[in-house]
């Protein structure tokens, strides 16, 4: 009776344990589960804004969608991550608008140096209906911007001397992002641009294969850097904005409901982001100064701007059909 009793026990329990197993699998065939590319560590400010998003997601559509984001780039570098959203590979991403720009034509209007006269108006411009219209351009690429992070100014730092004057980048090898109009940008001031992935720049300051790049507080600090360039010289010639983008065809797997609750979540994590990346540049730049590094204002970041010149002239004579959003771009910030 003893041992009937416990048989009888046993399989019950195999047969709650069966049962679980089965609910569990036919839930988690049910959800998205929804693979995030990110580029920068847990701890930066758009990392948290994501895991917020992925976290918002995944409470208010009850599982249905479950985001997962791989932080540091694990899953390739930038240009190649562009490639695997757009093909579904990839769900959704933070992603600059510098490495956007061989993809979408459009998006480079944002990377022509000194677009934006300051963050604020940066941000103005992307959440008014101008920044729609780079979102419609990202769409035709199977890319849906769904809200605007911001990356405060982007300046040039490297390894020998302050950069004062377009004459001190003479002769420098700059790193530059994937995008021939950074490579006209440091030609125009005489450098030698090297477009290389983020992943590498550390190493190559460290050993001389480049002398500088440039970029902005928060990724010049996380990154390490300042480490090995110490001189970052404020010429603030690019505001970048960054999307939260996700994959086209995820995008249109979902209700109605699940794009609003997307949207929605991605439209929060863009407020935050932004307030953590206020305080974060603050730190960062606190944390370079206790480093040792040497930061200069530049007085005349007009000497910079002339001879950038070239860069306008040569983009809207590629792309006459662009230059009335260059010209709205401006406008909007009279
Ligand atoms: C950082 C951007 C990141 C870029 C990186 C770079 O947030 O998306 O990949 O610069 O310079 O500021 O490559």
């Not at 693979?35 to 208010?60: C, M, Q, T």
């Not at 008014?128 to 911001?150: H, P, Q, T, V, Y």
Request: with cysteine.
């Amino acid at each position: 009776m003893l041992i009937n009793k416990t048989i009888n026990l046993s399989k019950t329990l195999t047969l709650v344990a069966l049962a679980g197993a089965v609910s569990a699998a036919s839930a988690s065939a049910l959800a998205d589960q929804w693979r995030g590319w990110n580029i920068h560590p847990p701890s930066y400010p758009n990392s948290i804004a994501l895991e917020s998003f992925a976290d918002e997601v995944a409470e208010k559509t009850e599982g249905r969608i479950e985001p997962k984001i791989y932080h540091n780039a694990v899953l390739g570098d930038q240009p190649d991550a562009i490639e695997q959203t757009r093909n579904g590979a990839l769900d959704f991403a933070n992603f600059n608008m510098g490495p956007m720009g061989p993809i979408v034509s459009a998006t480079n209007i944002l990377s022509l140096p000194f677009i934006f006269k300051s963050p604020d108006d940066m941000y103005r411009v992307m959440d008014s209906e101008i920044g729609d219209r780079f979102a419609d351009a990202l769409e035709e690429k199977n890319l849906m911007a769904l809200s605007w992070f911001g990356s405060g100014a982007r300046s040039l730092y490297n390894t020998d001397h302050p950069v004062n004057t377009p004459v001190d980048v003479e002769g420098l090898k700059v790193r530059v992002m994937n995008n021939d109009l950074y490579v006209q940008m440091i030609d125009e001031l005489g450098g030698n641009a090297t477009p290389m992935a983020y992943s590498e720049v550390y190493q190559s300051l460290k050993t001389g294969v480049i002398d500088g790049a440039e970029n902005n507080y928060p990724s010049y600090e996380s990154s390490g850097h300042y480490e090995v360039a110490k001189y970052y010289s404020l010429t603030e010639h690019l505001i970048l904005p960054e999307c939260l983008c996700v994959a086209k065809s995820s995008w249109d797997t979902l209700s109605a409901e699940d794009q609003g609750i997307v949207r929605e979540a991605a439209q929060h994590a863009a407020v935050e982001q932004r307030q953590l990346w206020k305080e974060r540049a603050e730190t960062s730049r606190q944390r370079v100064l206790d480093a040792g590094v040497e930061i200069n204002e530049v007085e005349d970041k007009a000497a910079f701007q002339a001879k950038m010149q070239p860069i306008y002239d040569d983009f809207v004579a590629e792309h006459p059909d662009l230059e009335s959003l260059v010209e709205d771009v401006q406008a909007a910030q009279e």
